[in-house]
């Protein structure tokens, strides 16, 4: 069956990739990116393989969030499958205008902002996949917050990517799994991604190895028991969470400060 699939960060690299695989198996691509020349060179390129919709919006922007889960809720009345696979490590503008942590906004705020908007559209079997990573770090809150802690690019990518692993985590004990089951998911360390090889200099592993997990998380896997666990790409297995993925005080101190600081109730 046909499933309406929303992927973020989709005009480069394991985004890319996973909706061009996903198009040829029939499936409709609802791609969102940041640029637009790349949008429109996106939909050009992929029209004739399949249904294709493109979203244009700048994740680290809360009104840009806000705005991308409106216009999808405008053009459909139910999604399949939301994809989180944005994400940013290396960028010259550390803080956004609202004296965030992009890392932190871009990997872990615009996701959960997003899901929390469309979870109306996700009712009935409907998944969330939120590609995070083997780096992963305990999350200092302040640092979460904007409160003037300084982190390396490395520091607040592992630590954001935690964070979507903890969210994840607890929606996923929230939310119905008969209503939509959450994911999370490292598709493979140190892949051929444009974000890879700007941090580290490397060409890195084919990013089919990522595209093929995502497309099999989004499509397969049919039991809500895979709900809130994590799936290793590395070890090609769903493994054990970090530690403070399974601190029941430690994920609703996160998701409070998420929700204070987006102004959730």
Same mark, same amino acid.
């Given at each position: 069956m046909s499933k309406t699939i929303l992927i973020t960060g989709a005009t480069d690299g394991i985004g890319l990739e996973t909706a061009k695989k996903l198009l040829q198996q029939g499936h409709t691509i609802l791609a969102h990116g940041r640029n637009e020349e790349k949008l /429109?060179?996106?939909?050009? *390129?992929? &029209? +004739?393989?399949?249904?294709?919709?493109?979203?244009?919006?700048?994740l680290s922007s809360k009104d840009a969030v806000l705005y991308l889960a409106k216009e999808v809720a405008k053009n459909h009345s139910s999604i399949n499958v939301l994809i989180n696979n944005a994400a940013v490590l290396k960028t010259t503008d550390v803080v956004t205008t609202d004296g965030l942590d992009v890392r932190f906004v871009v990997n872990t705020l615009a996701p959960y902002l997003l899901t929390k908007k469309l979870l109306p559209l996700l009712k009935g079997s409907g998944r969330v996949i939120n590609v995070a990573s083997a780096a992963q770090a !305990?999350? /200092? $809150?302040? &640092?979460?917050?904007?409160? &003037? %802690?300084?982190? +390396?690019?490395?520091?607040?990518?592992?630590?954001?990517?935690?964070a979507l692993i903890m969210w994840s985590t607890t929606m996923s004990k929230i939310v119905d799994p008969n209503e939509t089951i959450f994911v999370s998911v490292n598709p493979g360390s140190l892949l051929g991604t444009k974000m890879v090889k700007e941090a580290f200099n490397i060409e890195g592993? !084919?990013?089919? %190895?990522?595209a093929?997990?995502?497309?099999?998380?989004?499509?397969?896997? *049919?039991? +809500? +028991? %895979? !709900?809130?666990?994590? $799936?290793?790409?590395?070890?090609?297995? $769903?493994? %054990? @969470? @970090?530690?403070d993925a399974l601190d029941k005080q430690r994920c609703?101190?996160?998701?409070?400060?998420m929700n204070d600081i987006l102004q959730l109730s």
């Amino acid at each position: 069956m046909s499933k309406t699939i929303l992927i973020t960060g989709a005009t480069d690299g394991i985004g890319l990739e996973t909706a061009k695989k996903l198009l040829q198996q029939g499936h409709t691509i609802l791609a969102h990116g940041r640029n637009e020349e790349k949008l /429109n060179k996106l939909k050009k *390129e992929l &029209a +004739t393989t399949g249904k294709i919709e493109t979203y244009l919006a700048d994740l680290s922007s809360k009104d840009a969030v806000l705005y991308l889960a409106k216009e999808v809720a405008k053009n459909h009345s139910s999604i399949n499958v939301l994809i989180n696979n944005a994400a940013v490590l290396k960028t010259t503008d550390v803080v956004t205008t609202d004296g965030l942590d992009v890392r932190f906004v871009v990997n872990t705020l615009a996701p959960y902002l997003l899901t929390k908007k469309l979870l109306p559209l996700l009712k009935g079997s409907g998944r969330v996949i939120n590609v995070a990573s083997a780096a992963q770090a !305990s999350v /200092n $809150f302040h &640092a979460l917050s904007g409160k &003037a %802690i300084a982190l +390396t690019d490395m520091e607040a990518y592992s630590q954001s990517k935690l964070a979507l692993i903890m969210w994840s985590t607890t929606m996923s004990k929230i939310v119905d799994p008969n209503e939509t089951i959450f994911v999370s998911v490292n598709p493979g360390s140190l892949l051929g991604t444009k974000m890879v090889k700007e941090a580290f200099n490397i060409e890195g592993k !084919s990013i089919s %190895i990522g595209a093929d997990i995502l497309v099999k998380l989004a499509i397969h896997y *049919e039991s +809500t +028991t %895979i !709900s809130g666990k994590y $799936f290793d790409n590395d070890l090609n297995q $769903f493994r %054990i @969470h @970090h530690p403070d993925a399974l601190d029941k005080q430690r994920c609703h101190d996160l998701l409070k400060t998420m929700n204070d600081i987006l102004q959730l109730s």
